[in-house]
């Protein structure tokens, strides 16, 4: 199974101001994802990051808030433009391997903005 | 719009009791469901995937069934134990291009 490692694993946040979070694979997979779990919330797809290209939103994800980029196969970053508290969530990373279909999530960033 | 409902939210069990978790959702065109077990500062493991051609897949003392027609499926664990306690998530594949839809989970207790 693919391992996958974020940074930082959480952080306190003043209103306003930004974080970039890490999402590091161990091996290499074809697609990786950014998901948001706000609190008592169940997982929402933020966008799939694609390599050497802008990332792919969903319905109520920008790119202006949300700047993604994967500069290669193994590595993504996610960042939370301009935050407010209700950006207080987990932000979660996972990658899946062409052909298997099985997808693996990191460890999670729990971020709280005052 | 693909929603997925897991019931019940909460669950609290004795050691060694047989339990089954329910996940439904509303649109049966999927491409697989995957079933994660959710840890505190551990992120998701993936327990069973099953594909949109098949009824079931086993692990262990767990087993997951699929019944796409009726948007249902289910996961049944054996012989509960306290290691068992965690959010248990139901997701679904709308298509090919392997973006989850995610329930809200049910959280189980297992009390030793």
């Known amino acids: 199974s693919a391992v996958i490692s974020q940074k930082p694993s959480r952080d306190i946040c003043q209103r306003g101001t930004s974080l970039t979070i890490q999402c590091q694979v161990d091996?290499?997979?074809?697609?990786m994802f950014w998901y948001r779990q706000q609190p008592g919330q169940s997982l929402t797809l933020i966008a799939t990051?694609?390599?050497?290209?802008?990332?792919?939103?969903e319905s109520g994800f920008v790119i202006d808030k949300f700047p993604i980029s994967r500069p290669n196969l193994t590595f993504s970053t996610l960042t939370v433009s301009n935050m407010s508290p209700e950006d207080s969530s987990i932000y979660l990373c996972?990658?899946?391997?062409?052909?298997?279909?099985?997808?693996?999530f990191g460890p999670g960033t729990r971020l709280t903005v005052l | 719009k693909q929603e997925v409902t897991q019931i019940p939210a909460a669950l609290s069990v004795p050691e060694g009791e047989n339990l089954v978790l329910n996940c439904s959702f509303t649109?049966?065109?999927?491409?697989?469901l995957q079933w994660f077990r959710q840890d505190p500062g551990k992120g998701l493991t993936s327990l069973l995937l099953?594909?949109?051609?098949?009824r079931e897949q086993t692990s262990g003392r767990l087993n997951a069934s699929l019944d796409k027609s009726s948007g249902r499926s289910t996961l049944y664990i054996a012989a509960s134990q306290p290691g068992d306690s965690a959010t248990y998530l139901c997701?679904?594949?709308?298509?090919?291009?392997?973006?989850?839809?995610f329930g809200k989970g049910t959280k189980l207790s297992v009390k030793p």
């Open positions: 996972s990658g899946e391997r062409g052909g298997t279909d099985t997808q693996y």
């Open positions: 091996s290499q997979v074809t697609m």
């Open positions: 990051a694609n390599q050497g290209s802008e990332a792919t939103y």
């Open positions: 649109d049966s065109a999927i491409y697989n």
């Open positions: 099953i594909q949109s051609s098949q």
């Open positions: 997701a679904v594949t709308p298509g090919s291009q392997g973006n989850l839809i």
